[in-house]
């Protein structure tokens, strides 16, 4: 595998990071459309000539500001698209020329749209998670990494093994702690990665979380009544299983051998 190739699938991954970005404004929104209008900038509404549209390029070229307007143009937009260039680069990596690239290519796609979605109204779009979870059982028979046996039982125990969570937490605290959304992202990384993935992806995410909580209860005072989305948690720990998985299965067999088990 050469770098012209690696080359060619971050670019096609950053532009499409541009579309996703798109995604991340309008989809939350009600009755927002991702084709409609024309990419414009969200201060002055003026349409974007196509040299405005270029991914990472633009945004530097511009200095990071509107040309017509000079606002600010957020920092989000070459973060996405850089992120996916580089996930398109490791899925392409990883994976080479077959169906596995498409498949995973637009799972690291949703995971993406989902952390910043989150990240911005704590919200899981079901218009993401629930297609996705059609989608990861249906190529499951079609890819050698998992079965189909594997992603239905991913997609059972994920979304059973967060809502038991959940309604523990609910039955102790009396508080809501962790919405469907959470519930129905577990089930459809369980679809795409199997169940096998869903101890690290819990574990992972679960520490990571608890870590970045603990920051933010202590910078902004709140104590319990903190807020913090779990889903890009999830997603991230997610992608570490995606690309990491050979690394982790030798760790946790180093673990289990030096445990005497």
């Known amino acids: 595998m050469d770098l012209a190739q690696l080359s060619m699938a971050a670019v096609f991954g950053a532009l499409v990071g541009s579309f996703l970005n798109v995604v991340i404004l309008r989809l939350p929104k009600e009755n927002g459309s991702i084709v409609f209008p024309a990419s414009h900038c969200p201060h002055c509404k003026r ?7 270029i991914p990472i390029f633009s945004f ?14 957020s920092w989000q937009y070459p973060v996405v698209e850089l ?5 398109s680069a490791l899925v392409f990596h990883r994976f080479g020329i ?13 995971l993406l749209v989902i952390i910043f979605i989150d990240i911005h109204h704590q919200i899981i779009p079901d218009r993401i998670s629930l297609p996705g979870i059609v989608l990861g059982f249906a190529g499951s028979f079609a890819i050698s990494t998992v079965t189909w046996q594997q992603s239905g039982l991913g997609i059972l125990l994920g979304g059973g093994l967060l809502y038991a969570v959940a309604y523990g937490y609910y039955a102790l605290t009396r508080r809501e702690g962790m919405g469907g959304g959470d519930i129905k992202l577990l089930a459809m990384i369980g679809a795409f990665l199997g169940w096998q993935s869903l101890l690290f992806v819990v574990f992972a995410s679960s520490v990571t979380g608890s870590i970045v909580g603990v920051a933010a209860m202590i910078k902004q005072k709140k104590g319990g009544q903190t807020r913090l989305p779990f889903g890009p948690f999830l997603a991230l ?8 998985q050979d690394r982790i299965a030798d760790l946790w067999q180093l673990y289990l051998r030096s445990a005497g088990l």
């Not at 349409?47 to 549209?53: A, D, F, G, K, S």
């Not at 990071?64 to 606002?71: H, I, L, M, S, V």
């Not at 077959?98 to 949703?110: L, Q, R």
């Open 47 to 53: 349409p974007l000539v196509w040299y405005e549209n």
């Open 237 to 244: 720990a997610a992608l570490a299983y995606l690309f990491l």
């Open 98 to 110: 077959g169906f596995e690239m498409p498949y995973y290519f637009v799972f690291c796609a949703a």
């Open 60 to 73: 530097l070229a511009l200095r990071g500001r509107c040309r017509t307007c000079k606002a600010a143009i």
């Open 83 to 87: 992120a996916m260039a580089c996930l």
